[in-house]
């Protein structure tokens, strides 16, 4: 399973009506993408939550590799190009994907954090300690789906967290959820994705 992200930050006296206007006419267009499991419309507001930009940041988990790729080369992802310019595509590496109490609701928030893996702790027990940090947050109250991925250009973990509430103050960065395209997030593998092959 892959992680997905590209962030598009807006000037900030940009009007956010437009985003929402964007997703709300555009955003069923995922609602049936091949190879998609979750696709989360969440932007960020200038003063709202703490955020300091106006950003449009989608975030996506995708089941298949062929289906990040052929969505990055086609039609979809080549309209957002042309009307902001080409983004850097963050992807990771799916360590665990773990659904919560209200997986079964809208997620209506989002909160990104990531850190650093020490580099004097070997990599086994830093993903121990990560999974296990994911396995304490899955009976939080309001936690739609939870993924934890890592980056080994950085050896950055990044955990992305949907929420039915408003999501918590954690010390991450915070989204609003517009749409969510879910059509194959039944069919994601739940749990543990590290180490399955070993």
Known sequence: MHAMQY??????DYDMGIIRHRVATRGERTDSLRGLGLKAYGIR???VNGSPVN???????WGTQSGMNDFLLGPGFAGLCNDFGRPAVR???VLTFEPG???GNPPRTASRSTRRLPA????????????AGVAGLRRAAGMHSTALALDPLSWEFVQFTL???PAPDDGGIRYEVLHTST???NSLPHGRQWGEAE
């Open 183 to 185: 059509p194959q997030l």
């Open 55 to 61: 950003q449009y940041a989608p975030f996506y988990l």
């Open 120 to 131: 004097e702790t070997s990599l086994e027990d830093a993903i121990s300690l990560a999974m």
């Open 45 to 47: 507001e200038k003063g």
């Open 163 to 165: 929420w039915s509430d």
């Open 7 to 12: 962030e598009i930050t807006l000037p900030a």
């Open 91 to 93: 992807h990771w590496n």
């Open 101 to 103: 109490p209200a997986f």
